[in-house]
């Protein structure tokens, strides 16, 4: 709504600052973060009048007694937040936005409804795991399908270190990457979200470098000097991840341990799918595994887990994802949530530092 007030009113000094993508960032960062901060009491008072989600039994014992009565589906806050500085900063006219905001609603409601499955149900399993990817393939499917055919997004892969490492896929596989990524990376932010304030921090570090690259990638000149992807109009992307990050920072006053509310799926899959969608749009899929080091960690850990009981009958780790891991060794939650910070925070450094290493 500003953006379009800057081209009504173009005569006008002040509205013209609303053209600029960096004041835009800000503002909805602001208004993302205060308007979660308010909400979040009342929004915490209701939502504990409809249920508290039930605990794993085969979690960390330490779990049913400190997380006991602690409510779920925080991430209606962000996706909230989300929505209301959409309406307010970014430009509608852009495609990008619409693609990004069609996997974020569309992961997020089916998060919202394994949510409330579990609330009402009163069990902690939820939606089934053949609907859960049912539905996140349908949403990444589509949004490959409307990158293809409505934007200008080249169906290429970029490779980082090398300035002219290109690998063209065609239409189809590029489809295919694609829906493979945002399914992955939705699921791999899921995992890590099982202690207070764990996925949070590097979920608002990742949106963080993705803003810098998706302002990079937007600016031609930048783009060129730094001999990385030029797509145009993907600047507008940095506003949504400063929304993000607002909204991150609103919903940790309340999740930071001991928290008060819990993300649950709604918003751990909106976040990834956000995430995998960004890195597509903005040709930094490469990037994305060192960036997001934290959501390949703790899904490997999983994976390998899996994969030695089954053939060994033995497990790797004490318990998976690998937080719990350290749980179990006897690391308080408090530790673990902020050595992960620091890692997270490392990766993103290593990963903005590849822009300029070519």
Same mark, same amino acid.
């Given at each position: 709504?500003?953006?379009?007030?800057?081209?009504?009113?173009?005569?006008?000094?002040?509205?013209?600052?609303?053209?600029?993508?960096?004041?835009?960032?800000?503002? !909805?960062?602001?208004?993302?973060?205060?308007?979660?901060?308010?909400?979040?009491?009342?929004?915490?008072?209701?939502?504990?009048?409809?249920?508290?989600?039930?605990?794993?039994?085969?979690?960390?014992?330490?779990?049913?007694?400190?997380?006991?009565?602690?409510?779920?589906?925080?991430?209606?806050?962000?996706?909230?937040?989300?929505?209301?500085?959409?309406?307010?900063?970014?430009?509608?006219?852009?495609?990008?936005?619409?693609?990004?905001?069609?996997?974020?609603?569309?992961?997020?409601?089916?998060? !919202?409804?394994? =949510?409330?499955?579990?609330?009402?149900?009163?069990?902690?399993?939820?939606?089934?795991?053949?609907?859960?990817?049912?539905?996140?393939?349908?949403?990444?499917?589509?949004?490959?399908?409307?990158?293809?055919?409505?934007?200008?997004?080249?169906?290429?892969?970029?490779?980082?270190?090398?300035?002219?490492?290109?690998?063209?896929?065609?239409?189809?596989?590029?489809?295919?990457?694609?829906?493979?990524?945002?399914?992955?990376?939705?699921?791999?932010?899921?995992?890590?979200?099982?202690? =207070?304030?764990?996925?949070?921090?590097?979920?608002?570090?990742?949106?963080?470098?993705?803003?810098?690259? !998706?302002?990079?990638?937007?600016?031609?000149?930048?783009?060129?000097?730094?001999?990385?992807?030029? %797509?145009?109009?993907?600047?507008?992307?940095?506003?949504?991840?400063?929304?993000?990050?607002?909204?991150?920072?609103?919903?940790?006053?309340?999740?930071?341990?001991?928290?008060?509310?819990?993300?649950?799926?709604?918003?751990?899959?909106?976040?990834?799918?956000?995430?995998?969608?960004?890195?597509?749009?903005?040709?930094?899929?490469?990037?994305?595994?060192?960036?997001?080091?934290?959501?390949?960690?703790?899904?490997?850990?999983?994976?390998?887990?899996?994969? %030695?009981?089954?053939?060994?009958?033995?497990?790797?780790?004490?318990?998976?994802?690998?937080?719990?891991?350290?749980?179990?060794?006897?690391?308080?939650?408090?530790?673990?949530?902020?050595?992960?910070?620091?890692?997270?925070?490392?990766?993103?450094?290593?990963?903005?530092?590849?822009?300029?290493?070519?």
């Amino acid at each position: 709504m500003l953006y379009y007030l800057s081209e009504l009113f173009a005569n006008h000094t002040f509205f013209n600052l609303f053209r600029y993508t960096t004041l835009r960032c800000l503002g !909805a960062l602001f208004t993302s973060f205060f308007l979660v901060w308010c909400i979040a009491p009342y929004f915490i008072q209701w939502i504990k009048t409809k249920g508290v989600q039930p605990l794993r039994t085969d979690g960390p014992p330490t779990h049913l007694i400190t997380k006991k009565g602690t409510p779920t589906m925080g991430g209606a806050l962000i996706v909230l937040a989300y929505t209301s500085t959409l309406l307010l900063w970014v430009d509608f006219k852009n495609t990008y936005v619409w693609i990004a905001t069609w996997v974020f609603m569309g992961c997020g409601a089916l998060g !919202a409804w394994d =949510d409330l499955l579990k609330i009402t149900r009163s069990n902690p399993k939820g939606l089934s795991e053949r609907r859960k990817l049912v539905g996140q393939l349908c949403v990444a499917s589509s949004a490959m399908i409307m990158i293809i055919m409505l934007t200008d997004c080249e169906c290429t892969l970029y490779f980082p270190f090398f300035k002219k490492a290109v690998l063209t896929l065609g239409p189809v596989l590029f489809a295919l990457w694609g829906t493979g990524i945002i399914i992955g990376t939705s699921n791999a932010v899921n995992l890590t979200d099982g202690l =207070d304030g764990l996925v949070i921090g590097p979920v608002m570090m990742a949106f963080f470098v993705f803003a810098i690259m !998706a302002y990079v990638a937007g600016h031609h000149d930048f783009a060129h000097y730094l001999h990385t992807p030029f %797509v145009s109009h993907a600047g507008e992307l940095c506003v949504l991840c400063a929304s993000l990050i607002g909204g991150g920072l609103g919903f940790l006053w309340y999740n930071c341990p001991p928290a008060m509310i819990m993300m649950g799926d709604m918003g751990s899959l909106a976040l990834g799918g956000f995430l995998g969608i960004l890195a597509l749009m903005i040709k930094q899929e490469f990037l994305l595994t060192v960036v997001g080091g934290i959501f390949v960690i703790e899904t490997l850990s999983v994976i390998i887990q899996v994969f %030695v009981f089954k053939r060994t009958g033995r497990r790797m780790f004490l318990m998976a994802p690998i937080h719990h891991h350290f749980e179990k060794k006897g690391w308080s939650e408090s530790t673990i949530v902020f050595r992960f910070w620091i890692i997270s925070i490392l990766l993103g450094i290593i990963a903005l530092s590849c822009l300029k290493i070519r």
